[in-house]
């Protein structure tokens, strides 16, 4: 092996080494146990849209939002790619949805996670689930910028097109881009659209992604 080529290995493994182990998903077991209770007690209907992901799909009221849809809400605040990946078996398969939407990496991200992670994770997370749904389609909600986490705009949008770029060939995905939408004319996040907290979307934010994703829910 050449000096430039153990060089290469070596920095590779480095980034391994820093890369931090992802979060124990059994942090979420109550809250999909509920789930699941509320599941036997009125099961949801098949064939719907279901929403899954972290905070930004838990606050968001999808059912107001697209009262003419079928719509399923599994947001569980604070969830990687990998609680998504761990809880489909669970919270999402056993629906037998037409069309799931993703947001998720935008936690993992600020954890430390690298972007190809996340992108690996959503590939993941769509080959589990059409292991059991081979026809189910999905739309990728690019995780969005927030003052809160400006530190880290380039990995987000370093992860935004690597999961882009990795489903632009398979025609049951797609990838909504609510980054641009979420952005003000100087390059930084919309203030109007975020809660106090610089993170969390409010009424306005979520009346806009409302706009960009209704396209592909049709």
Known sequence: MTRWALLLALCGQARLWAAPAPPDPARFEAVIQAFEERDREQAPPQGAILFYGSSSIVGWDT???FPDL??????FGGSHMSD???FANRIAIPYK?????VYEGDNDLAYGTPPETVRDGFLELVAKVRAALPDTRFAYLSTKPSAARWNIVEKIRQANEL?????ARDPLCAYVDVF???MNGYGRPRASLFQPDGLHLNAEGYRVWTRVLRPYLD
Do not use: D
């Open 70 to 75: 079928v719509t399923i809400n599994r947001g």
């Open 180 to 182: 641009t939408a979420t």
């Open 163 to 167: 999961i882009r770029e990795a489903i």
């Open 97 to 101: 949805p037409r069309l799931i939407v």
């Open 63 to 65: 059912a107001a939002s």
């Open 84 to 86: 998504a990946v761990h």
